[in-house]
């Protein structure tokens, strides 16, 4: 059942993993062993473009909420008339590190409004381009 697959591959998403994944805890529970054999990477395609439009649509929503907080006080920062809004970030790499050894792949840089505590940027990093490497292949 499609409906069903594409639920695994989103929970399996949520806790990190992958096709792999899916087909360990498909065979604990005395399934087929690969649940999703030749759909993974079209349903893994398919669900992470509704999941950029809807984030970069709340990602919306929330900068214009600190926006309007942020005119809600009194002298607000402004520079040629545009609001200034006052935020906080932090970058994270996804490889867990020992501390000493950073040599992860792909990371996330992330800024959250002061007023409402809201990401209002996201950005998302790697030092590879599956692009490229697909066209150095070939």
């Known amino acids: 059942d499609y409906d069903l697959n594409m639920r695994l591959m989103l929970s399996i ?3 990190g993993g992958g096709e792999m ?19 993974w990477e079209k349903m893994e395609l398919e669900c ?3 999941e950029i439009s809807l984030g970069e649509e709340i990602i919306g929503e929330n900068l214009r909420e600190e926006i309007v ?13 545009r609001v200034g809004i ?8 996804d490889k867990q590190s020992s501390g000493r050894t950073y040599n992860s792949e792909s990371g996330t840089f992330i800024l959250c409004g002061n007023l409402t505590q809201k990401c209002v ?6 030092v590879r381009c599956s692009y490229c490497e697909a066209k150095e292949k070939a």
Do not use: R
């Open 69 to 81: 907080l942020t005119k809600e006080q009194d002298n607000p920062p402004t520079n040629d008339g």
């Open 121 to 126: 940027y996201i950005w998302c990093m790697s």
């Open 86 to 93: 006052s935020v906080q970030g932090d970058t994270c790499w």
């Open 13 to 15: 998403q949520q806790v």
């Open 48 to 50: 992470s473009l509704h």
């Open 21 to 39: 994944d899916a087909a360990i805890f498909g065979g604990m529970l005395n399934l087929p062993v690969n649940p999703c054999t030749n759909a």
